[in-house]
């Protein structure tokens, strides 16, 4: 049997519900959005290598490490980057998913992968605030803008273009791209044919922050500790390769360029960057500036544009511009990703979604607050604490792609839907945790000089080996909850309709939902604060494996929810506290960079300590708002469907009622309509033959004939309603059809009877069944007139008929007792009577039987004045019409 259609229960503003400003944030990208060739999206990710901060990091390592630590430290992490970088970009480019839906399935989970959400989007801001002061250093030097309204503008411009997702952006880095790469090459072809003995003083640079010349371990472990904060940088690609087209025989080729080329292979020219920024800091330092300076991009290319232009103003305008132009390019990608990763991280811990224009702001705001707490001269620090976590991320899910994937101890799929995943893989999310935390203790210092400048990359092996092992351990069957069902009913096409927000979606982008019983896509899933993963493991599966690893004494003496309520709160107060404490960590670092020990009094020292924690409060309040939000949109939910559960429950009780009336109707109707019609003829027959002397007998035999057809018509009702009898239409006369019944009608009562006909249309109606609505109204109108006391006014019921375009109106009306609020309200239930001798089913009789006939009433009424009962007809078209 197939299951009903039901109404959407959940509806999408046009932020979420148009694709182009959402993007698929939450989603996977479905085949028909992805329109753009695969140079068009190559030509996109590769914009954002625009980055400054490459620069600046280069700088940064070779003035403190020298060329030889700094160039060696690029080499080797840049291959590391392509090697990481290639299954994530693969994936992701195969299976039209972001970083964040691919990480759910690469080991973590669902709810696991929410703190890799918090980690992608901290690289984000972090580097839209490096980029933003970057642009805003530019912006004071050439136009003398202060810092902080620099910091406002390099914020509010990005704004516009990455509102429109990748169709704007795309546009973008089309229009800027020949341009940007002109202004980056050209500089270093006029530095290398003018003055090439400036390449080899910058290959002897020996550093400031070593004692020896040459290679130096330890100096080479911090350089690629820093550097090892990029390794995130492949998920702003992979955020764009979603939106390659499917790979075909024809575009093979153009597609694996795109992925390799836009994927790991933005580390070939990056790495190119990050040298040429060590190179530009040495020449900013020979020009007699200071080591600061010598790290800020725009001094950087001030000097670089000096061997291209002899023109000072024309330098200093030509620097401004790439800088601005670069920084553009990349913040809109920054701010982008940003927004994919806030939206999949609020989404999963809030089930609620205001759109990923909502989170972009957001990400913006929290950038510009960086900048104000002076990111970009802390630039060392910042990286070096980011990078342990982040390394440990990416190995836990290379570990997934290169190891268990092969091994098929993982699916061979990427899945990303919570209907099928489970909450929390220890694979992902124990390597990452073990990785992580291991790296971090080591960056203070407690394992030795040697286990502090190479946390970054013990990190990753360390993550990248847990989660092997635990993969291997566990067998891989963490990573499903269910296997993915194919069928959904009725729909067999490669779109399906989700029934809970009435849009239709590819197949991937779907699942059946066992609590609902319908299909529904990936977004409605996640948002779903109701079901409580029904769908997953029951309850009894849980007893059962907390007995088998407590034993059944202990588990009858633990309450119920107990342990998963102490793994709640423990997970909680967990994540506060290394959040809590890497933010503490990061402001002692940030104090007095550089220096041995603070010089900051204690109004100064809580001040940077509060402004540190203004991001955290920030994450929480929209936490709290949402949260808040969620569970009340869950109540009014509840509320609608406890009130739905009432309705239906009343509907069941009255269907019950009528079926029993349709039973017994059908068992009595024939054992009482023959005795009553014998009674009538008999009575009929008495009283035309019969000679009485005696008024009072006459009186009587009139009144035992009125109660007889009384109880004929009360049997017509009762068969009348069960039956439900198709009409039978044929043409008619209103004028003239009511004024034929009219001697029936004044025969109910002795209420004088008043007649106001205009209308000359025909209609189609079943005779005998619209007779029986007029009979029902006017009767009623008669009774409500004879219960108003007779000194109040002459009682009096008239019928009115109209023309109203292509209906026609009767109206019915009486200056009787009329009706109370309450009571109209309930006019048309059936078997609801006000009257101690009504059966109840007259005025719902009367509604079926005009609804048949495609018209409608309506009743209006006013206590002690009287009641109006106006019944719309259609009037007859065609060669029915022109009858009259």
């Known amino acids: 049997m197939e299951t009903p259609e039901l109404p959407a229960l959940r509806s999408y503003h046009s932020w979420i519900a148009n694709e182009t400003l959402e993007d698929y944030s939450l989603r996977y990208t479905a085949r028909s959005f992805r329109r753009w060739s695969p140079f068009v999206i190559a030509n996109t990710a590769l914009g954002g290598i625009s980055f400054l901060a490459l620069e600046t990091i280069g700088g940064s390592i070779t003035l403190s490490y020298g060329f030889v630590n700094a160039g060696l430290a690029i080499l080797v992490v840049s291959l590391f980057i392509f090697v990481t970088s290639l299954p994530i970009a693969y994936y992701s480019s195969k299976y039209g998913i972001d970083l964040d839906l691919l990480t759910r399935g690469a080991g973590f989970g669902y709810i696991g992968s929410t703190i890799t959400s918090l980690i992608y989007a901290s690289f984000t801001f972090i580097f839209f605030a490096l980029e933003g002061a970057i642009m805003a250093q530019a912006l004071k030097l050439y136009a003398d803008i202060p810092l902080v309204l620099g910091y406002v503008i390099s914020s509010l411009v990005i704004i516009p273009v990455t509102l429109m997702g990748i169709t704007m952006i795309s546009r973008l880095q089309m229009l800027t791209q020949p341009l940007w790469l002109a202004m980056m090459i050209l500089p270093f072809i006029m530095i290398a044919a003018k003055s090439p003995q400036e390449l080899a003083e910058w290959t002897r640079f020996a550093g400031f922050d070593i ?469 009538m003829s008999s009575v009929a027959v008495l009283k035309r033959t019969g000679k009485f002397d005696s008024h009072d007998v006459h009186d009587e035999i009139d009144r035992i004939q009125r109660n007889v057809r009384r109880c004929v018509r009360i049997i017509e009702d009762l068969l009348e309603f069960s039956r439900r009898p198709n009409v039978s239409m044929v043409p008619l006369a209103l004028d003239a059809w009511i004024i034929e019944h009219l001697t029936d009608l004044k025969s109910l009562s002795p209420v004088h009877l008043e007649l106001h006909l205009g209308c000359d249309r025909m209609i189609e109606a079943d005779g005998e069944r619209l007779r029986q609505v007029l009979v029902n109204v006017v009767q009623n109108a008669m009774q409500a007139v004879q219960e108003c006391p007779s000194a109040a006014r002459p009682g009096k019921v008239t019928i009115a008929t109209a023309c109203e375009d292509d209906r026609v109106c009767i109206t019915v009306s009486d200056n009787g007792i009329g009706m109370s609020e309450e009571v109209q309200a309930r006019l048309f239930e059936p078997l609801f009577s006000t009257k101690p001798f009504g059966l109840g089913l007259g005025l719902a009789l009367v509604r079926r039987i005009v609804e048949r006939h495609g018209g409608s009433v309506r009743i209006t009424s006013v206590e002690q004045e009287g009641t109006c009962v106006e019944i719309r007809l259609p009037a007859a078209s065609g060669e029915w019409a022109d009858v009259a």
């Not at 809030?350 to 224009?357: A, C, E, K, L, Q």
């Not at 990416?394 to 101890?409: E, H, R, S, Y």
């Not at 990427?414 to 080591?442: Q, T, W, Y």
């Not at 360390?462 to 291997?472: M, R």
């Open 211 to 679: 004692g020896v010349d040459g290679f130096d371990a330890l100096a080479f472990g911090a350089s690629v500790s820093i550097m090892c904060s990029l390794v995130v940088q492949i998920g702003e690609q992979a955020d764009y390769l979603r939106f390659l087209p499917e790979k075909t025989g024809s575009n093979r080729l153009a597609w694996w360029s795109a992925v390799v080329l836009a994927g790991p292979g933005w580390v070939i020219i990056g790495g190119l960057k990050i040298l040429a920024g060590g190179l530009l800091a040495v020449l900013v330092l020979s020009s007699g500036l200071s080591r600061q300076q010598a790290l800020e991009p725009i001094h950087m290319f001030i000097v670089a544009y000096g061997y291209v232009f002899e023109n000072p103003s024309l330098v200093l305008f030509s620097a401004t511009l790439f800088v601005l132009l670069s920084q553009v390019k990349i913040n809109v990608t920054n701010a982008y990703a940003g927004s994919l990763a806030w939206s999949n991280f609020f989404s999963r811990v809030t089930h609620y979604h205001p759109g990923r224009v909502v989170w972009l702001i957001f990400n913006i705001l929290i950038s510009l607050l960086l900048m104000l707490l002076g990111i970009f001269e802390t630039l060392e620090v910042v990286l070096a604490v980011y990078s342990n976590i982040a390394m440990a991320w990416v190995g836990a899910i290379v570990a997934d792609l290169w190891v268990l994937k092969p091994l098929k101890v993982s699916p061979g799929f990427i899945e990303f839907k919570r209907a099928h995943l489970r909450d929390f893989n220890p694979v992902g999310c124990g390597g990452m945790a073990f990785g992580s935390i291991v790296a971090i203790i080591a960056f203070t210092g407690v394992f030795g000089d040697a286990a502090q400048a190479y946390c970054a990359p013990l990190s990753f092996l360390l993550a990248f080996l847990a989660a092997t092992l635990i993969g291997v351990a566990t067998r891989g069957r963490y990573y499903l909850a269910r296997p993915p069902v194919a069928h959904f009913g009725r729909d067999a096409g490669p779109v399906i309709r989700c029934e809970i927000c009435d849009h239709g979606y590819e197949r991937d982008d779907m699942a059946y939902c066992s609590f609902y019983e319908r299909p529904i896509c990936s977004l409605c899933c996640s948002l779903d604060a109701h079901c409580h993963d029904a769908c997953k493991k029951s309850n009894q599966d849980l007893a059962t494996s907390r007995s088998h690893y407590l034993g059944e004494g202990i588990t009858s003496r633990i309450a119920p929810h107990m342990p998963q309520r102490l793994l709640k709160v423990g997970g909680v107060l967990i994540a506060l506290t290394v959040v809590t404490a890497a933010l503490f960590l990061l402001t002692y670092r940030l104090i007095e960079p550089g220096a041995e020990t603070p010089h900051l009094d204690n109004g100064s020292l809580l001040l940077r300590v509060f402004l540190a924690l203004l991001p955290l409060l920030a994450i929480s309040a929209w936490w709290i708002v949402l949260s808040n939000e969620s569970r009340e949109l869950a109540q009014r939910n509840l509320v609608s469907s406890l009130e739905k559960l009432h309705a239906t429950r009343a509907e069941l009780t009255r269907t019950e009622r009528l079926a029993a009336i349709g039973q017994l109707t059908a068992t009595v109707s024939h054992e009482l309509r023959n005795p009553l019609g014998t009674l």
